[in-house]
């Protein structure tokens, strides 16, 4: 079966399709081998141009998350009399407009050139980003955030589809965790950038509006620079010359890639919805995130200790820090581990587990005990890029990885909705910790699941081409899926 439909792919796409022509010399990409010194030359500058754009916008999507959580320490709950509930409305509502937003984002995903489309979504919610300095109310101050949720649903999971484009499965742990990195260093600059605002008391405007100008402006230039310098794929990229065009594009090729491509396949909408790793992966999304309003209500959990705005921030900052040391000691594990994610999985999601059991049981009394147990609650982000790894590893076809992406983040849209409105009983939080606790006891079930169905089918294509030598033969640059491709193997 698997034959059948990769030869059908085959006899449906042009020479140019298999190598697309911006800058490839088709006859040379045929007969050109190359070398590991070649591949590595080509993959350092990729890193060098490519990474640090996506570390700079995922910098500026956290950030601009985040600083809501700043500006309720900065007076924004008096200036627009917002109640407990309306500030959980203010988050539920972000996450709420961005799952509105995955339905037509799968599509033109799909459809249209993706970095380009990406850059375009992220000056536009950079533009809304200052939006929110203008609101008096909540109803004002809601409708902005609604805008930006829509307007930041495109780019987490395009960046997991940018990522396959442009690295080889065992170079995507370290890559996400790169990126991912950028969230801890973002909750790191965002507290210090609002202490110092909060300090400058000469300010005409409230120091909360201008922490949401400042980020926004960050976010145009980013989004600008995105547009401008992010080649659509390997094969027309500017940076590199036609020699390394073509080791780009044959490197990503044994990979069992097609690349980006400007093609919609209900075909694969159909093979991503009867896929129960397509459940899983949403799964994924869901429990990771259920857990996220830590991030949001941990400023006011230390707050209401009796600590002052100022101590508030200082005192929230090192959170960042232990994010980012948990991502590297899991992209350090996949390293050394290359086919243990799910396993290493499961180790990081202690330390959240032990944060939220400490949040739940300690006296307010603790002090430094609490405030240590909501830096550890909040060690979400390195689970997150190791899941969203998988996702960029295991699942192939152009129409079929937009789904399966957007999916991902349906299911987290829709934690992040749900689970802020179990953070309304100040000061300590409870119903919201202890859903944190069940959230993460279920991640043991799924990610277990996961596993056991990616080594099944792994089992499955050794013996099935051990018996047919030569099975599920792979043309470059055909759009098929990793059904379809019988040589493709899952990583777990």
């Known amino acids: 079966m698997a034959d059948t439909e990769m030869k059908h792919a085959a006899e449906n796409i042009s020479p140019s399709d298999q190598w ?94 993706i970095a380009k489309f990406v850059g375009a979504t992220i000056v536009v919610w950079g533009v809304v980003c200052m939006c929110l300095a203008a609101p008096t109310n909540f109803a004002g101050f809601a409708t902005v955030r609604c805008f930006l949720g829509f307007a930041e649903g495109a780019v987490s999971p395009a960046f997991i589809t940018i990522t396959s484009i442009w690295y080889r499965k065992e170079e995507h742990p370290l890559r996400v965790g790169m990126w991912v990195t950028c ?8 507290a210090l950038m609002m202490y110092g605002i909060g300090q400058y008391t000469r300010l005409a405007v409230a120091a909360w509006r201008v922490m949401f100008l400042i980020c926004g402006g960050i976010t145009v230039f980013a989004g600008i620079l995105f547009y401008v310098g992010m080649p659509a794929r390997p094969e027309n990229a500017w940076f590199l010359t036609a020699e390394e065009r073509v080791v780009a594009a044959k490197r990503l090729a044994s990979e069992h890639d097609g690349g980006d491509k400007t093609s919609f396949s209900l075909a694969q909408v ?75 999985v499961m180790l990081l999601c202690i330390v959240p587990l032990v944060g939220c059991i ?6 307010e009394t603790a002090g430094w005990g609490v405030i240590v147990a909501s830096w550890l609650a909040c060690v979400i982000s390195s689970q997150f890029s190791i ?20 999916l991902f983040f349906v299911g987290y849209s829709t934690g992040c909705i749900a689970a802020p409105q179990l953070w309304d009983h100040p000061p ?65």
């Open 20 to 113: 697309p022509s911006a800058g490839v010399d088709q006859e040379h990409a045929q007969i050109y081998t190359i070398t590991p010194e070649d591949d590595a030359r080509v993959r350092r500058k990729i890193d060098m141009v490519v990474l640090p754009m996506m570390c700079l916008v995922f910098f500026t999507q956290y950030l601009d998350k985040q600083s809501l959580s700043y500006a309720s320490v900065y007076g924004l709950l008096p200036d627009l009399n917002l109640s407990s509930q309306q500030y959980s409305w203010l988050t539920s509502c972000f996450y709420l407009s961005q799952l509105v937003s995955e339905w037509p984002f799968i599509y033109l995903m799909s459809r249209l050139p």
């Open 183 to 190: 969230n801890g260093l973002a909750q790191i600059v965002g």
């Open 270 to 344: 159909k093979e991503a919805a009867l896929d129960i790793k397509t459940f899983l992966v949403f799964m994924f999304g869901l429990l990771v995130t259920m857990s996220s309003p830590v991030l949001t209500f941990a400023s006011l959990v230390i707050k209401n200790l009796g600590y002052t705005s100022d101590e508030t921030l200082l005192y929230g900052t090192p959170s960042g820090a232990v994010q980012i040391a948990f991502i590297w000691v899991g992209i350090g594990g996949c390293w050394f581990f290359p086919n243990r994610r799910c396993l290493i």
């Open 358 to 363: 400490c949040l739940a049981v300690l006296p």
């Open 387 to 406: 899941l969203m790894s998988l996702s960029a590893s295991n699942v192939r076809g152009n129409t079929k990885k937009a789904v399966i992406n957007a």
């Open 428 to 492: 300590r939080y409870r119903a919201g910790v202890v859903c944190a606790l069940v959230d993460w006891a279920l991640v043991y079930v799924f990610i277990p699941w996961y596993w056991w169905v990616c080594w099944r089918d792994n089992r499955r294509r050794e013996k099935v081409q051990g018996e047919s030598e030569g099975m599920g033969a792979f043309l470059a640059g055909v759009d098929v899926t990793d059904r379809q491709d019988e040589r493709f193997r899952y990583t777990t």
